[in-house]
């Protein structure tokens, strides 16, 4: 293996996470020891608002008032100690994992670029002047682009570290100023919003930390003087003391009551939400411009940065808990200037698009927000179509608002995942063009086709062909926010869960390789005039959320053929008909939907290589397992014969559509099969759970050997505009599959010292001796692959071994040859257009 003369060194701490969180157990116990409730200590100070005297355990009732104050002063004085030592702990933990990142990012940087060096300087040690450069497109040219490309990567690493190191030494500085101020409003504050504390605080010392949180006191009253004094605090009028802070302790801890109701599904007190409304009520009444008008006054009024986030964090908390119908809250709880900006003009009945005016606004109080909160299903499903149109109608950059304040708020609206679920899996209507009539006996929506959509699927098609292929300036990191919980979900989830993401994928799959919708994200149109290109090419992070939905149903990817028009989803199906799926869920989708879906993820050059490592690494697992136990299931080996095929259908089409030479087709192949290639052994990075370890030694030489090349024995190329030569393209064969099979069964009897390779068959041992371990690598001289079979068959294999070899690659091609006649695969860019692609724009 060749290497490079570059190291990389970075600082680390002797701080130790687990060492800090063990100080914190410490305080805990002391101030569990001085509250007399040792088992419920965190239960009693953060669960909810109570006194003092009902969380400790000991009677201090006859105490003087000044003796009483020491056992407060203890309680806090530990409880903060602990709190602070925890948020150490979260500081030592960021700079850790950031500085593993940056590290696991350079070696696998190295790892990349050593397998990429050329075979007369696979085994040297490339350094700042060996090899010199030569010729164009020379050997020694491609070692000097990657120690290039590995000295600009280092570069890279080190800067984004020192931005790590600076942060995590101000953070050290802060925890320092922490510990020598002690438990000020303040400092209780930044515990707060980093997530350390909650109600303990007041609890402990309520006159200390007042905040109105009695329900007797969560009143319209107090809402609407609580609002006009922040806002004489936000524009500038008042400067910052300790009411401020009063007023912002209570705001975080209704808000963060919001938040632990989202996730734990605990209640949340319906005057706490009563207050909320009246609140931005009132804010929305004190300004000009509604509440979207408190990040300009913030402005206006010279807020100091650091204090205008927190409290528009605060104040955007605020807002989604008020959206959110799960809590008491709803949409149109909302005040109207939010509603307005989330609508803008797309949204609106007749409306001739949108100003951004209020974009930008609602942006500021968003993305500041707790990256734990959720918005409530209508402003969710709202955002993420206004932003869809935005994006659809290229007004994603105007005169208020940038690029930067629609994917904020697409990152805030695609994290509600019923929502996300309404939106892909179902004809979901937006409630302003809900309105129907009957026509002719048929549902009509004429709000929605004085909109220029004649279904409501019309104009969510819309939606995500507007944020699919927009040039995001993320690579669509914030769009494929839509979808890419399904995989997690899928594989992760509880069932509910992944019965909601597999009714998702079902509609998701279907829509996006309708002919319409599919013929728009296969051809972008460049803002140059140039030829269109793949939505992949354009936002590879979409590409690769759906190889990553495509890993999650791979097995039901591999089923037989399908004419279900499209997909669906399935939670009763039959164990026996499905093995893969013991919990009766499968997704079956229809044969061309499927190669569609595929071919969509080919557009990135590393999701298509992840799509193809979760093939072969499925394929791998089951012939391992084979090897192992003596037999297989038919249907799981068909099913990777099935898999295959479609994968190779779905580069040709893509590579039909996409190139113009059949040598730049070609070689996209194998960058892509070399990569997942080296998913699947280990050598690279990639979101398979399985990578690196899945096959054993034989098995990662066996993938060593199919790299250097070039292609693996299931590479199949159709020609595209230009001749190839047949020899440049090995096709897949079921003999070569056989023959490979008998070898991995040869080696595994020579490494169990059942035989001596001296006694085998001369023509299927290397030079060394040893026993090859692919058809590529044996002397043919003219001999097919069959006659090998016969070889080994008779002088090497006892009979059942032979016969498991021999079945095996039957099976898989069987499988691999039961979609020949669905017309899956174009071989030329008029069945390219005609069959696979009909509504492509050209």
Not at 168 to 180: F, K, S, V
Not at 481 to 504: V, Y
Request: proline share 3%.
């Amino acid at each position: 293996m060749a290497s490079f003369d570059l190291s990389l060194t970075l600082r680390t701490t002797d701080a130790i996470p687990a060492l800090i969180r063990a100080r914190t157990t410490d305080f805990e116990d002391l101030d569990a020891r001085v509250l007399g409730d040792s088992e419920n200590l965190q239960a009693s100070l953060d669960g909810a608002a109570g006194q003092f005297t009902s969380i400790l355990a000991w009677d201090i009732s006859t105490l003087a008032a000044e003796d009483q104050q020491l056992w407060v002063d203890a309680a806090v004085a530990l409880t903060y100690a602990a709190d602070v030592s925890d948020m150490w702990a979260d500081y030592v933990e960021e700079f850790r994992d950031g500085r593993e990142e940056l590290m696991e990012e350079w070696r696998s940087a190295v790892t990349d670029c050593e397998g990429r060096v050329p075979g007369e300087y696979a085994s040297s040690h490339i350094t700042l002047t060996f090899p010199e450069r030569k010729g164009f497109w020379s050997d020694e040219d491609t070692c000097r682009d990657l120690y290039d490309e590995l000295v600009e990567k280092r570069t890279s690493i080190q800067g984004r570290f020192d931005t790590l190191w600076t942060t995590y030494q101000e953070h050290a500085e802060e925890i320092g100023d922490m510990l020598e101020e002690g438990a000020t409003k303040v400092n209780v504050q930044k515990l707060i919003d980093g997530g350390q504390a909650n109600w303990a605080y007041y609890n402990l010392a309520p006159n200390r930390y007042t905040m109105l949180v009695d329900s007797r006191e969560l009143t319209e009253e107090n809402a609407q003087e609580w609002a006009g004094e922040l806002a004489g605090y936000w524009s500038g009028d008042k400067p910052i003391d300790d009411r401020y802070h009063e007023l912002m302790i209570m705001l975080g801890m209704i808000t963060t009551n919001a938040m632990q109701a989202q996730q734990g599904g605990t209640g949340y007190r319906e005057e706490e939400m009563d207050f909320l409304r009246t609140f931005y009520a009132e804010l929305e009444d004190g300004n000009h411009s509604g509440v979207i008008g408190v990040p300009d006054q913030m402005e206006l009024g010279e807020f100091a940065q650091d204090d205008r986030e927190h409290a528009l964090g605060i104040l955007g908390d605020g807002l989604l808990a008020l959206s959110d119908h799960r809590l008491g809250g709803g949409y149109y709880d909302l005040p109207e200037s939010v509603q307005f900006a989330a609508e803008e003009g797309f949204l609106m009945p007749s409306g001739d698009g949108a100003s951004g005016y209020g974009t930008n606004g609602l942006a500021e109080l968003l993305r500041h927000a707790s990256d734990d909160m959720e918005a409530g299903y209508g402003l969710s499903n709202t955002l993420t179509m206004s932003m869809g149109m935005f994006a659809a109608s290229g007004a994603v950059e105007g005169m208020n608002h940038s690029e930067e304040d629609i994917t904020a708020l697409l990152d805030v609206s695609t994290r509600n995942r019923d929502a996300n679920h309404d939106l892909l899996a179902g004809e979901y209507v937006h409630p302003l063009f809900a309105d129907t009539e009957k026509v002719d006996g048929e549902t009509t929506y004429p709000t929605l086709e004085a909109n220029g959509f004649d279904t409501p699927q019309g104009m969510i098609d819309h939606v995500l062909e507007g944020l699919f292929t927009y040039d995001w300036d993320d690579d669509g990191e914030s769009a494929s926010g839509l979808f890419d919980w399904i995989a997690e979900d899928t594989m992760n989830g509880t069932p509910e869960e992944q019965e909601r993401a597999g009714h998702a994928a079902e509609g998701f799959i279907e829509t996006v390789t309708r002919p319409e919708l599919f013929a728009a994200l296969t051809g972008v149109e460049k803002a140059d005039g140039g030829a269109d290109i793949p939505m992949g090419e354009v936002n590879p992070d979409v590409a690769l959320s759906m190889a990553e939905v495509f890993h999650a149903y791979v097995d039901d990817f591999g089923v037989g053929t399908q004419d279900s028009g499209g997909a669906e989803f399935h939670t009763d199906a039959s164990p026996n008909q499905f093995a893969f799926a013991p919990d009766g869920n499968v997704l079956l989708v229809d044969d061309m939907n499927r190669v569609r879906f595929m071919e969509l993820a080919m557009g990135d050059t590393d999701a298509a290589s992840n799509m193809y490592a979760s093939i072969e690494g499925r394929n791998a697992i089951v012939l391992n397992d084979a090897l192992e136990n003596g037999e297989f299931s038919e249907e799981t080996v068909r099913s990777g014969g099935r898999l295959t095929y479609l994968f190779e259908s779905a580069f040709d089409n893509y590579a039909t559509g996409r190139y113009e030479r059949g040598e730049d087709a070609y070689q996209q192949e194998i960058d892509i099969k070399k990569r997942g290639w080296g998913i699947v052994i280990g050598s690279a990075a990639g979101p398979i759970p399985y990578a690196g370890g899945l096959i054993g030694d034989g098995g990662k030489e066996i993938a060593n050997h199919l790299i250097e090349s070039n292609a693996d024995i299931y590479s199949s190329l159709s020609e595209v505009e230009s001749d190839i030569s047949e020899e440049d393209i090995p096709q897949y064969s079921r003999d070569v599959l056989h023959f490979d099979i008998q070898l991995q069964l040869v080696n595994d009897m020579v490494d169990n010292g059942e035989i001596d390779p001296a006694s085998l068959p001369g023509e299927i041992l290397r030079e060394d001796g040893s026993v090859a371990r692919s058809y590529e690598e044996v002397d043919a001289r003219g001999s097919s692959p069959s006659s090998f079979n016969e070889l080994v068959a008779d002088e090497v294999l006892d009979g059942e071994s032979e016969k498991l070899a021999r079945e095996y690659a039957e099976q898989f091609d069987d499988g691999n040859s039961s979609f020949e006649g669905g017309n899956l695969r174009a071989d030329d860019t008029n069945e390219y257009n005609t069959h696979i692609n009909p509504e492509r724009r050209n």
